[in-house]
């Protein structure tokens, strides 16, 4: 009698702890799969719009260069220079760009000027006229002109850009409409609507591709919203020649679905070896989980940090000026690249990416280790300095500017640009926003430009100081 009941006392947990394995078992099919694979799919779905938004903000962002500038205000809209327009914007913009089409609409929305890269003349998007390119952007102009009209806060302008993927054929373009705004209002438009540039980026193969890769997608596919079965997850991303919505869909991740059907077989033999099925069950299930772990943090990577040369993003800057700034005084510094431009004309567009990545590496091999360097867009770079005093990001900045002006070795042959700096120092506990901050590094970045090759400038309230 004493044996049985010992015998029951070491079985019983285990007999117990087996039954409502099994009733788990039997009840995933019911309750848990379906709602645990629709949360996957969701996050999923929002993680690729999310990062979807973010590259076509960076697009955006890089055409500030040509749309917030006083001089684009002095020589389109004031008087318009058609000779100055295609130097500076369309053919400055083709050659050192992945733009491929230009066009400027004046103050009253009618084209004043355009221009079309060689190449892209015969795809079926471009192959159409100028006209009709540009009436595809009504929509964004539109979106602009809206925009526009909404009170504006003091100092640099914010970009106002609308933009939107177009399908034609088997061409897929990146259609944008930026605003031309002055930057410091040295002139200023003549009327209540400014220019507006329009503008066609060609993604390069199928779009399938492009984002599939990109954003690690299983069977990515994409067509019209309604050749899409319910069951794989969608992105609406682009519209057609006709209007009509074009989706990016790809087959979802199935961590529950996967778990229950490698797991059937050892369902049936728990019938025989019951705690070795319930542990080889719980491997599995970790491993699902680890495999479902994994595939997030790398879309969070890609969400959060530039997929060219790996520095972090914008979307992350304001966090981190928010955690630095708390711990004491910190510099903020903006670099942007001499001769840029140079490089892409005479090498190729991959030999300046291949120079984009040379330079973020010089920028983290001599900055600090607790120094955060970020690709703000295009040759542009920004480095946040925590516990830095005045004098030191000074000597820091010069010491990165001459850095980044050693010659580089692309494909055999060597390449030399230089770096421009502008600098601000932030207190500890200010309240400036990082917005703010930035705003007034970029405006000393603009004046060490305009000052020549090479040069570091700190900002002050006045006046702007040189340094170096």
Same mark, same amino acid.
């Given at each position: ?157 914010? *970009? $106002? +850009?609308? %933009?939107?993927? =177009?399908?034609? !054929?088997?061409?897929?373009? /990146?259609?944008? #409409? ?23 980026? *060609? $993604? +390069?193969? %199928?779009?399938? =591709?492009?984002? !599939?890769?990109?954003?690690? /997608?299983?069977? #990515? ?27 990016? %869909? ?9 778990? /229950? ?208």
């Amino acid at each position: 009698m004493t044996t049985r009941i010992n015998q029951f006392k070491l079985l019983g947990p285990a007999m117990f702890l087996t039954a409502i394995l099994i009733a788990g078992l039997a009840a995933i099919p019911y309750y848990g799969v379906a709602r645990l694979d629709a949360e996957s799919r969701s996050r999923q779905e929002t993680l690729v719009e999310r990062n979807i938004s973010i590259w076509i903000s960076d697009v955006e962002f890089a055409l500030t260069a040509w749309t917030i500038w006083d001089e684009s205000i002095a020589k389109i809209d004031n008087a318009f220079d058609a000779e100055w327009a295609d130097r500076n914007i369309g053919s400055s913009l083709i050659g050192t760009s992945r733009t491929r089409f230009a066009a400027i609409l004046d103050r009253d929305d009618h084209l004043i000027y355009s221009k079309m890269a060689d190449e892209v003349r015969e795809r079926p998007f471009f192959h159409r006229s100028t006209e009709v390119i540009v009436a595809d952007a009504r929509g964004l102009v539109d979106q602009v002109r809206s925009k526009e009209a909404l009170p504006k806060p003091a100092g640099i302008p914010s *970009p $106002i +850009a609308f %933009s939107k993927i =177009e399908v034609f !054929g088997s061409d897929a373009v /990146l259609l944008t #409409a930026s605003l031309f705004q002055p930057d410091f209002k040295t002139v200023t438009p003549r009327g209540n609507h400014a220019p507006v540039l329009v503008s066609a980026v *060609p $993604i +390069a193969g %199928s779009l399938q =591709e492009f984002l !599939g890769n990109r954003f690690l /997608l299983d069977d #990515a596919t994409f067509g019209p919203l309604a050749t899409v079965s319910s069951d794989r997850a969608r992105v609406e991303i682009a519209t057609g020649a006709a209007g009509e919505k074009q989706v990016l %869909s790809w087959r979802p991740p199935t961590p529950a679905k996967d778990l /229950l059907h490698q797991s059937l077989p050892l369902i049936a033999a728990v019938t025989f070896v019951l705690i070795a099925g319930g542990l080889f069950s719980v491997r599995l299930s970790r491993q699902a989980m680890a495999s479902l772990m994994s595939s997030e943090q790398q879309m969070r990577h890609a969400a959060t940090h530039d997929f060219l040369t790996g520095l972090a993003n914008r979307s992350l800057i304001a966090s981190e000026f928010l955690r630095l700034s708390a711990a004491g005084d910190m510099a903020v510094a903006c670099l942007d690249l001499d001769g840029f431009k140079g490089v892409n004309d005479k090498h190729g567009h991959a030999a300046g990416d291949e120079l984009l990545r040379q330079v973020a590496a010089r920028l983290q091999k001599w900055c600090r280790h607790n120094d955060v360097v970020f690709r703000l867009g295009g040759d542009e770079f920004a480095v946040l300095m925590p516990l830095m005093p005045a004098g030191e990001a000074e000597w820091r900045c010069r010491q990165l500017s001459s850095a980044l002006s050693k010659p580089y070795l692309l494909d055999g042959s060597e390449a030399v640009v230089g770096a421009s700096c502008g600098l601000i120092q932030v207190a500890a506990g200010a309240c400036d926003s990082c917005d703010a901050a930035l705003r007034r590094a970029d405006e000393a970045l603009y004046e060490a430009k305009a000052r020549g090759r090479g040069q570091v400038v700190s900002y002050e309230q006045e006046p702007v100081r040189v340094v170096g």
